[in-house]
């Protein structure tokens, strides 16, 4: 989910386990999102993006849900390792334009 | 090497200083923008450029200014600093209009005292 204030939500999972992390977008006319995954000092990397004429992508241990009825995404990730701990963010755009951000959910994965 | 590189990566500098930093790229790409991010925010906009010629206000543009001295140079001035632009900054770079995702920097992280 999306954050208020300076606390970023946190999900903890057990190594091994499925996550999946949510992602409330605010403009119903968006048609394009992605997925981002930020580790504690470095900058944004590109996980996996999904066109509004989907519902659903898949990558390499990551799948990718859209519900534009309830402009709602979620990224779904299989079998978390440790290496996956790191701050998830989603981020929308209009006619390939400019971005929006979501402020990211920390994901902890316990060993 | 990194396709896009911050120059710094870190910064200490006090109020009222001119401050500069650097984003340069080889991915060939047009578009480069300049975000802040801030603990428990989202990236937000500070500025973007489409080509050489192109400059746009991004949603907090004040405070800032940049110059795209090249396809693959785009700085961000901040000509009088101040306490509440101490944040982590992004650079990114974008191929065309239909050309996909962001590709970011490593960031530089701004302290201004």
């Known amino acids: 989910g999306e954050s208020v204030g300076l606390h970023l939500p946190t999900l903890s999972v057990q190594e091994g386990d499925n996550s999946i992390i949510n992602c409330a977008y605010s403009n119903s006319a968006s048609d394009y999102f992605i997925w981002y995954k930020q580790e504690s000092g470095k900058g944004p990397q590109f996980i996996i993006d999904i066109r509004s004429n989907m519902d659903k992508r898949q990558g390499q241990r990551v799948t990718v849900l859209l519900n534009k009825t309830v402009k709602h995404l979620s990224l779904q990730i299989a079998a978390t390792q440790p290496g996956d701990s790191a701050v998830y963010f989603c981020a929308e755009n209009l006619n390939f334009n400019k971005f929006y951000f979501g402020s990211g959910t920390k994901l902890n994965v316990k060993p | 090497d990194a396709d896009v590189t911050q120059t710094p990566r870190n910064r200490i500098t006090k109020t009222g200083k001119r401050i500069m930093l650097e984003c340069s790229q080889t991915k060939g790409h047009d578009r480069m923008y300049w975000y802040r991010q801030d603990p428990g925010l989202g990236l937000r906009l500070i500025y973007y450029?489409?080509?050489?010629?192109?400059?746009n206000k991004g949603e907090i543009s004040d405070g800032y200014s940049v110059s795209r001295q090249a396809q693959a140079k785009f700085s961000l001035s901040l000509e009088s600093a101040i306490p509440n632009q101490t944040a982590l900054y992004f650079c990114?770079?974008?191929?065309?209009?239909?050309?996909?995702?962001?590709?970011f920097g490593e960031g530089s992280r701004l302290t201004v005292l």
């Open positions: 450029s489409f080509d050489v010629k192109d400059i």
């Open positions: 990114a770079t974008r191929q065309d209009r239909d050309g996909g995702e962001l590709f």
